[in-house]
């Protein structure tokens, strides 16, 4: 029987990105580029969880685990990251995140807006660029915000328990 360390692992890795998310947003950061990759780097995070998880769960099994067993551990420790950093996600978004997007919009907008338009060539009008920064704040949503980071979570975490548990498996059961 395997010790409930999915969760235990799921948990200190939640721990990790949470702070690092604070930390980048808190510092100021997260307009930089640092900012802007934050959620790939919390991706990429996972795979060595997920290889540590698996590789204990081999060890704790005496050196075989069947490709079954693996994908478990993996998709188990996957499904309650993505639960926990979605609750988080979606109260730092309501909280702190939503208002700094959308002041950034009000102030930074304009400014890229008119960047952007000359470089193509065109002209926009004041009333334009209103326009677009008023969508823009408008189009802001916890919802689809937690919604974009938990889909990319998923296929990620789910990605990488597939190939882990292929790399893995070891055993006359391996399958």
Known sequence: MLKPRP???????CVLVIAFKLFVFNSG?????LGMYSHILSLLLMTPFILLLVFLARKQLGGEIAGKVALIQGLTFVLIAAIVLSIFNYIFFQQALGSYIANYIQTEGPKSILEEAVKKGKTVTPAEVDKMVKGGIEDLSAFKDTTSKLFSMLMFGIFSSFVVSIFLKRGANAR
């Open 7 to 13: 969760l235990l692992f799921a948990l200190v890795y």
């Open 29 to 33: 950061m997260q307009m930089t580029k």
